[in-house]
């Protein structure tokens, strides 16, 4: 049986682990609350804008009698009398003044236009000083409104009221979701390494005619489900060259097979030794790795997250002892 050199793929995963370094993560703690600013939070100042709802600033300007205060006393006409239209023709008749008021002290004249059927006419007025037929009134229409602020203009800047954690500066290692990261490969990479592992041993026990080797590989394996198939093979490897079946208790020793290879040899035991050099290596960087983690600032607050980081290190540890 010919086995893969695996120990550049193991070099791989054995980065060293980085030192811990000073970040602002939630893991740190919370160092303040900022709060922002939008549109879920209250409006603060409103829009300034000229509308209704700021009342009115000034009405357009016009010419109209109710300027001008009460007629007879404010104001009236200077034509006494007027010469009647003939009762009947077929030209319109424009009325003409048979006799005036004189300008009385304290007046001023102003004309102003009235309608008379399908015809405009000029009528002239004597309008005491102070008074006048052309001013701003609310009868003449809003000209322009005031400029305020107000709900119905929309908003310009709302409260602040969205809060914003600024974490805490602190060393660490790896946050939650990196350490869960990291456990989720230990756990997915365990089962393939540990096959490599077990069976690269296992194939230097047997280039080798090591029965005890054999012996105790079997002692230490047999009954974990990841090696079934490993462990039957070595029983039969065992029974062939000690000419008995293995009973428990036929490990004598924990000495393993070993082999000293040149480096660039690619016999299948010097390659089953470097897998499981290789292999050992990556259990026990590991194991380090997790040990400092262990005193990393998610372990040290949070049981469940050490807890898992002690089991992942058994788990390892099985391989390296």
């Not at 296992?202 to 047999?222: Q, R």
Request: net charge negative.
């Amino acid at each position: 049986m010919r086995f893969m050199l695996i120990a550049v793929i193991v070099a791989a995963l054995s980065a060293p682990t980085l030192p811990a370094l000073a970040r602002r993560v939630e893991e740190c703690g919370v160092e303040r609350v900022n709060f922002l600013r939008g549109p879920s939070c209250a409006p603060e100042v409103f829009a300034e804008s000229r509308s209704a709802a700021c009342g009115v600033q000034s009405f357009k300007e016009a010419k109209d009698k109710i300027c001008a205060g009460k007629e007879g006393s404010d104001f009236f006409t200077q034509c006494r009398r007027y010469l009647e239209c003939p009762s009947s023709g077929l030209s319109p008749c424009m009325p003409r003044c048979e006799e005036f008021v004189p300008k009385p002290a304290g007046f001023h004249e102003e004309s102003i236009y009235n309608g008379m059927g399908f015809l405009w006419s000029s009528e002239a007025f004597w309008v005491r000083n102070g008074k006048s037929f052309t001013c701003r009134n609310k009868a003449f229409s809003v000209e322009s409104y005031k400029s305020c602020r107000h709900p119905s203009h929309g908003v310009e800047r709302y409260a602040a009221c969205i809060p914003e954690m600024v974490f805490a500066d602190c060393a660490i290692l790896k946050t939650r979701t990196e350490l869960d990261a990291f456990l989720e490969t230990v756990e997915d990479d365990l089962p393939l390494f540990g096959r490599l592992y077990v069976s690269n041993k296992a194939l230097i026990a047997k280039l080798s005619d090591n029965v005890g080797s054999m012996a105790c590989l079997v002692e230490k394996w047999d009954g974990n489900p990841l090696h079934v198939d490993i462990v039957d093979q070595l029983k039969g490897d065992y029974a062939k060259l000690s000419g008995k079946a293995y009973v428990p208790g036929d490990c004598s020793s924990a000495l393993e097979s070993r082999v000293t290879c040149p480096a660039d040899s690619r016999d299948d035991v010097c390659v089953a030794q470097a897998n499981v050099d290789s292999a050992r290596d990556l259990f026990r960087d590991r194991v380090q790795e997790i040990g400092k983690l262990l005193n990393d600032v998610v372990a040290q607050s949070s049981a469940d997250y050490a807890l898992r980081l002690k089991n992942a290190s058994a788990d390892l540890e099985a391989y390296t002892k």
